[in-house]
């Protein structure tokens, strides 16, 4: 089985219930924010929104993989925020300095990122 298919199954099959769950205590109204701390350039994201997305549409690139959480490749630090994380590679402790935008979602507030 190739590593794209693999990935695919994995995502539904792991990381899928993980972002259910998460979007259950999600709430759609309040104003999500990521802030680019070497700019300080704001960038509003919908509950429906990928980060990688925003940041995408504002012209920011980040390299990705599988988006779906399982490679790795789109790792990026950030300073504070409020996140879930859709990921199934990072441990705990990494996930208090780090995340993956492809896969992970503000859960309030302003996410400032290290870029
Ligand atoms: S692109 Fe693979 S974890 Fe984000």
């Known amino acids: ?41 704001k960038i509003s994201v919908t509950r429906s929104e990928s980060i990688i997305d925003a940041l995408a549409r504002s012209g920011i690139d980040i390299p990705t993989s599988c988006q779906s959480g399982l490679c790795g490749t789109c790792k990026t630090r950030y300073i504070n925020g409020d996140i879930e994380h859709g990921d199934c590679i990072l441990s705990d402790d990494e996930h208090q300095e780090y995340l993956t935008p492809c896969i992970s979602h503000i859960r309030s507030g302003t996410l400032v990122l290290d870029l």
Do not use: F
């Open 1 to 41: 089985m190739d590593q794209k298919r693999w990935a695919a199954i994995a995502a539904h099959s792991l990381c899928g219930v993980r972002q259910k769950v998460n979007n259950i205590s999600s709430s759609d109204s309040e104003e999500l924010v990521i802030e680019v701390q070497s700019t300080g350039q």
